[in-house]
Structures are given as C-alpha cells and as structure tokens.
C-alpha cells in the first residue's frame, strides 16, 4: 500500500491511495472460499456449493467489502502517520486516469480540524445582572396563578379586557370570505392575544346581545400571507360576556398549587424558591450568551465545511421529528438547509473554541460537578431522588449534563478572566415582563 497527501485547501486534504491488485484478489478468493463452506444454495449440500458458483454469485459484493475495507485501513494507517484529525468523514473516489493492472488507485478527499488559537478576553466586559426577588415578585406570581384559576361567572355590564366573552363572527376582504374569518359560538378571553389587537379594542365596551360592524388591517407580517396587509370587515355578534372569579389564596389554593398540607407560609416560601431558582438561570443565560459571543470575537477559527454540513443534518432531523411530535405533517419534503446554516455555523465555532478553552485551561466537567448539578435539575420536580436516578440510567443524558457543566466551567473561568461589571437589574426586566 502507498499513499501520498495533498493540501488542496487551508482544511482540506486529498490523500491518494494504491492497493496492489494481487492482494485484493488474494484476499476475495479466500473470502470467498470460507463463505463456500458454509453458503446454503438451491440444489447443493451445505458446504458442498463449488466455489466457480459462489463466486459467480458473490465475487462482486465480496470485492467491494474488500476494498472497503483495505481502504479503510489504509486511510486510518496514513492519517495516524501524518498525525491528523479528521473532521467528518472522508469522500473516497476511483481515480480517473487509468492505472496500472498491478494496482488499485484511488483518492480520499477530506477535511482536518483546524488549530483553534483562543483570542484574548481580558479587554472584554461582561455585564452581570444583579436581580433580588422580593414579596411583591412573590404577590405578583400568586396573582398570575389565581388568574389561571380563575372560574367565569355570567355579567351584564359591557365587555372588558380579562373578560371571556363567546361570540358569532364573519369577515370579507375585497368581498370575499377567507379561511379562518368566520366563527360561531366562539370562546375567547380578551386580552390573551388570540385575536388581533384591533378586533379585541372594537369588541370591548360591547354589550352581551349587541352586534358591531367594523374594519381591521391585518399587519403587513401577518403569518397567512394572503391577508398580510389587507383589510377586512367583520360583521361580529357578542352573544356573552363572563367576568373572572379569582379564587381565593386559602388552604385550598395552596393544597392546589401542591403544598399537602395547605399553609399558607410554605406555599409563599416555594413560590420564592421558584423564582429564586429562575432568576439564578436567567442570569447564567445572559451571561453565557455574552461570553460565548466574546470568545466568537475574539478567536479567528476556519470552520471546517464538513461539520457545519453534519450540523445542519442533524438539526434538521430534530427539527422534523419536533414537528412529528406537534402532529405537523411534512409529507416528507425536505427543510430549507438555509434555515439552518448560521445556527448550524455558530454552534461549529462555539464547539471548537470551547474544546480549546476546556483543554488550555483544564476545565473538564468533574464526576461531583456533574452530581451536584443533577440534583439541582431534579429539585423542580416532586420525587427529585427518582429525577437523580433516571439520569444516571443513561449515558447519553449524562452527557448532555456534562456538557452544561463544562459550559459552566467555561463561563466562571471567563469571568476570572474578564471584565464584570454588575449591572442593578429589575425583576420584570430579568423576565421579559417589562412594556
């Protein structure tokens, strides 16, 4: 066996390979004579099959097997030579000028990870959210879990945000109905955001038995293409008006919400917890996310195609099997690639700076690192100890827990490293809530 490498790029490489032909056909005779002792065929004893007719039979899938094989080890024995890694898998190819009859030829074209120099983060400031939650996060949390619970009872005053009100509708857009514009009977709490906001503001103030007819403008992103835009008009019944009952925060609030014996005080200090436990994840995302970044700035890295090809497939294998799941039929029909490409190009990157991070700086996740953040996970949950165990019944879930620790790793050794500035942040901001 000979082979000769080429850098045809800064990544990619062709290694050219040649086989002798006598080995090829040494090894697919012997193939085949110990599949002639025991091959099964029509009209001969096992093992009695004559080896002109087996090979007759299997002489062209043997030698493919065979030179699948001497080419796979040849390939493995000259990169281990050379001392490279490959990335993603090799393209192997006869090559077109014709051989001699001595020989096999053929080309592995493929691409090696890059070396990863990690830039300088030291210059680099990291804001830190510092957010408290207090009695008045916790009376507003207890006030969104009444109103989830809230009962309707019937009224007689005019419709209002918060109101569930049931309603007959049909709208026309330049004379014509169109899917999903008319409706009977429907059930709606206004100010959910299932209708568009300016059909809502022409529904409140309704009375229970009135009929109002009025114009809206679809927004010119509206997601059903053929409205976006446009405007329609809509002939609209309220046919009635409930207002909410919000139960009361009582022992049976708290035996609802999962505290077993209904006091009152450790349903407020479980809610505090929770919240607690949110705002120490949303600020480890904000931080994560700033660091990545960074370090996506700071280290100039060649991204192996390859990788970025095998991402976007494996994404869009998720992707497809998330929409199975929701019941969205796809008829098969494959997923935009473009979809994907940045993510799929960002997520590459990050891996190869953070493997360099981890392995310069010795951050790999410890087995008491992983543990400690299982039972953290498992905390949320009512049989924590049955949370710890299922994790641990798989590896593959392990290592996705690993992987978060070492992305923790990662984000304290940053820290150490950057500049953090604490930032005083509001609740409602931390949360998305603020208008």
């Known amino acids: 066996m000979a082979a000769t490498l080429e850098n045809i790029g800064q990544l990619e490489r062709r290694l050219d390979i040649t086989l002798p032909s006598a080995e090829i056909d040494s090894e697919v005779q012997s193939r085949l004579k110990r599949l002639a002792r025991n091959v099964k065929m029509h009209g001969f004893r096992p093992g009695k099959v004559p080896l002109k007719v087996v090979a007759q039979q299997y002489e062209d899938q043997v030698r493919r097997e065979v030179l699948g094989d001497a080419l796979q080890k040849s390939f493995g024995d000259a990169i281990r030579a050379q001392n490279l890694k490959v990335a993603g898998y090799p393209r ?109 503001s022409q529904v409140v103030g309704m009375q229970g038995g009135a009929s109002r007819t009025f114009e809206i403008r679809f927004p010119e992103d509206y997601h059903e293409k053929k409205l976006a835009g446009k405007t329609a008009t809509f002939d609209v019944k309220l046919k009635q008006v409930a207002e909410p009952r919000l139960p009361p925060v009582d022992a049976a609030f708290a035996r609802a919400l999962g505290v077993v014996d209904g006091n009152l005080d450790t349903m407020r200090r479980e809610i505090r917890e929770n919240l607690e436990r949110e705002v120490k994840r949303r600020i480890s995302a904000r931080l994560k996310d700033q660091i990545m970044q960074a370090l996506i700035d700071t ?44 993510q799929a190009q960002r997520r590459v990157t990050l891996g190869l700076i953070l493997a360099e991070v981890v392995k310069a ?47 923790d790793n990662v984000v304290a050794w940053a820290l150490s490293t950057a500049k953090v500035e604490d930032q005083t942040t509001g609740f409602d901001e931390l949360m998305g809530n603020s208008k």
């Open 361 to 407: 700086n010795g951050l790999q996740a410890k087995p008491e690192q992983v543990r400690a953040m299982v039972e953290e996970q498992a905390q949320s949950y009512e049989q924590p100890e049955q949370v710890v165990k299922w994790y641990y019944q798989s590896p593959a879930r392990l290592r996705d827990v690993e992987s978060m620790v070492l992305e």
């Open 92 to 200: 192997f190819e006869p090559k077109s000028a014709a051989g001699s009859a001595a020989q096999v030829e053929f080309s592995a074209t493929f691409e090696i990870y890059p070396e990863v120099a990690t830039g300088d983060i030291h210059k680099v400031t990291i804001s830190r959210p510092l957010t408290s939650v207090s009695e008045a996060e916790v009376d507003k949390t207890l006030e969104i879990m009444r109103k989830q619970r809230a009962s309707f009872e019937p009224a007689t005053r005019a419709a209002a945000l918060g109101d569930k009100v049931i309603l007959d509708f049909a709208g026309t857009s330049d004379g014509q109905e169109f899917d999903g514009g008319t409706g009977a009977d429907f059930s709606v709490i206004l100010g959910e955001g299932r209708l568009l906001k300016d059909f809502e």
């Open 299 to 342: 280290t100039r890295v060649e991204v192996p195609k390859t990788l970025v090809e095998l991402e976007i497939e494996r994404m869009s294998g998720a992707a497809r099997q998330d929409l199975a799941a929701r019941g969205v039929k796809t008829d098969g029909t494959p997923l935009p690639r473009d979809v994907f490409a940045q």
